[in-house]
Every structure is written in C-alpha cells, then in structure tokens.
C-alpha cells in the first residue's frame, strides 16, 4: 500500500513559478519510479516527468527545459518544480509511483495548477 498526497498547486500568471510536492508513505518507496501526469479540462491524462530510484529522469517535450523533477529518498518525497509556466500548463497535477515506468499503480488525489493572466 502506497499513499501520495499532493500539494503547492495554486493559481499563478504566465512566466511565474510553482513548486508541487508529493509526501508518499508506504513499502518500498525507494524502489519505485516516482512522477508526476496532468489532466487539463476535456484532455487526456498525460505523463509530465518520472524520476527513478537512482535519480534518471524523463520530461514531456512541451516541459522539458522549464520543469525539473527530484526526490529525497530520506523524506520520502518527489517535487516538480515549474518554471516559466504558460496557460497550456493548466491542469491538475497528480504524484504517481510504480515499480514500472512510466509509474501508475499509486495515484495521489492530484493538486490543481492554472496559470493565467
């Protein structure tokens, strides 16, 4: 059993900052895949980023470059810091792990992000 709770989501203008934090609790937390996927209004969920125990990460092309993914393996937490966020990053956000990638076998409850003017 893996649990995730998100937060830092918020409203933010376009070019501004946010950072999302994942607490995970649970087995096996250092083991997982961690990441983060975003659900904008009427669209499919999509894969944002992944960080695997060892630290290799993967972006979505429309993220790479602004967002960066990390994980403190102590704290048993994930964060994705945004930057230079733009309206299209809208979204809820949710923290993911699994043992596979990309992680979706925990969800979290998912943290809304708008960015607008």
């Known amino acids: 059993q893996v649990n995730l709770v998100e937060s830092g989501g918020g409203l933010v203008h376009p070019g501004g900052s946010l950072r999302l934090s994942c607490a995970a609790s649970?087995?096996?937390?250092?083991?997982?895949?961690m990441g983060w996927h975003r659900q904008a209004p009427g669209k499919q969920r999509e894969l944002v980023a992944t960080i695997s125990y060892n630290g290799n990460t993967y972006y979505a092309d429309s993220v790479n470059g602004r967002f960066t993914i990390s994980r403190d393996n102590a704290k048993n937490t994930v964060l994705l810091q945004m930057n230079n966020l733009k309206p299209e990053d809208t979204a809820v956000y949710f923290c993911?792990?699994?043992?596979?990638?990309?992680?979706?076998?925990?969800w979290g409850q998912g943290t809304r992000v708008t960015v607008s003017s």
């Open positions: 993911a792990a699994g043992l596979r990638w990309p992680p979706s076998e925990n």
């Open positions: 649970g087995k096996f937390l250092s083991m997982r895949i």
